[in-house]
């Protein structure tokens, strides 16, 4: 009977500094946590059949979209380049590798790549299951 609770301790004693060495390789950094919107507004969910469309954007030098909002919450990690997101009423803000962005709600905006390279982004949305999460101006 000791054997069998000899041999037990050891496995655990073994998976335990395994399972140590593992968590000494995994390393956590906190991105963003916020309640809000870039431009301040508080974050809305859909509220019917929840959907999350995730897509990747690449968009070349000195380009840049057309004046457009979002109906619903969009999300972007910005994985290479800068872009420069201009609001109605002329504010802008510019966000580059590594930032994420908590798009605007319900504003129209546009965005430019104002850096040397490929802009590269991971965008995702959250909308009412089946709807478009992009109004194009008029």
């Not at 201009?86 to 790549?113: C, K, L, M, P, S």
Request: net charge neutral; proline share 5%.
């Amino acid at each position: 009977m000791k054997r069998p609770i000899a041999a037990l301790l050891l496995c655990l004693a073994c998976l335990g500094s395994a399972m140590a060495e593992d968590v000494a390789t995994v390393k956590v950094m906190p991105v963003l946590t916020t309640t809000k919107t870039a431009i301040g507004q508080p974050l809305v969910l859909p509220t019917r059949n929840p959907q999350v469309v995730v897509t990747t954007m690449e968009i070349a030098p000195g380009a840049r979209l057309a004046r457009h909002m979002h109906p619903f919450a969009r999300y972007a990690y910005v994985l290479q380049g800068e872009v420069t997101v201009e609001y109605e009423g002329g504010q802008r803000q510019t966000f580059g590798a590594g930032d994420f962005i908590v798009e605007a709600i319900g504003a129209w905006h546009f965005g430019t790549n104002t850096g040397a390279v490929t802009l590269r982004l991971l965008v995702i949305d959250q909308v009412e299951a089946g709807k478009s999460n992009t109004i194009l101006a008029n």
